[in-house]
């Protein structure tokens, strides 16, 4: 099993509508989560942490499931400027604390 | 704040050349950082975590000698590709984790996309 799995997608949806991207992650000691935001031939941008309580950041929404080992991403009113890659992010409990990244979920959204 | 620059952001180099890419943070001290790799279409993968001061901690399957990495100061790390071969092209990203700031924060280098002709 994959340390951190997601669904490659893509995703094609219109603009304005709600998408949402899971994650699942295979450490139950990890404690911390991020979603990161990558466009093509680009390097990856943190677009959220995800707490345990759930943050919403404007459109973005992240939520934790601990007992369920799973994240999610919801993106409402979607724009053409969020399509791209989103990876999900989970911290490897270490010396280094090393950051273990999903293949990522690819988003189109369309005129 | 929190700005990492890497150099060159591309480069073209012969089969069996040696390539040197730099990561410096631009406006903090990194105490640590890391180097990725990532081909089309897959995921970063972790090639290694570099202290400053220290030698570098290698991921699995990552090969020390060909790839080697220097990190003389809080604020530069280095990767050098020897020997490169085609199979090395790839984009090679750096990041950086400010010492002072939350312990998993990440900042990321714009990229390095190296082409072994």
């Known amino acids: 099993r994959k340390e951190v799995e997601q669904d490659p997608g893509p995703f094609n949806v219109p603009e304005g509508a709600t998408v949402a991207f899971n994650c699942t992650y295979s450490n139950s000691a990890s404690q911390s989560f991020f979603w990161y935001r990558q466009d093509c031939r680009k390097e990856p941008k943190l677009l959220m942490s995800v707490y345990s309580s759930g943050n919403e950041d404007g459109r973005f929404t992240a939520q934790l499931n601990r007992a369920s080992q799973y994240i999610s991403l919801l993106i409402r009113d979607s724009k053409l400027s969020d399509s791209a890659t989103y990876l999900c992010?989970?911290?490897?409990?270490?010396?280094?604390?090393?950051?273990?990244w999903g293949l990522g979920t690819s988003l189109a959204v369309n005129p | 704040g929190a700005v990492v620059s890497q150099h060159p952001s591309w480069v073209i180099c012969k089969s069996g050349t040696s390539v040197k890419i730099e990561c410096r943070s631009l406006?903090?001290?990194?105490?640590?950082m890391f180097w990725y790799r990532q081909f089309p279409k897959q995921s970063l993968m972790l090639m290694a975590t570099?202290?400053?001061?220290?030698?570098?901690?290698?991921e699995q399957g990552v090969e020390k000698d060909k790839f080697l990495i220097n990190h003389a100061s809080l604020t530069l790390s280095t990767l050098t590709v020897t020997s490169a071969h085609p199979e090395d092209s790839s984009f090679y990203i750096c990041s950086a984790r400010d010492g002072l700031a939350g312990v998993y924060e990440q900042y990321f280098g714009p990229g390095t996309r190296l082409t072994v002709t």
């Open positions: 406006d903090f001290q990194a105490t640590t």
């Open positions: 570099s202290n400053e001061g220290s030698k570098a901690t290698y």
């Open positions: 992010v989970v911290n490897r409990p270490g010396n280094n604390r090393k950051l273990i």
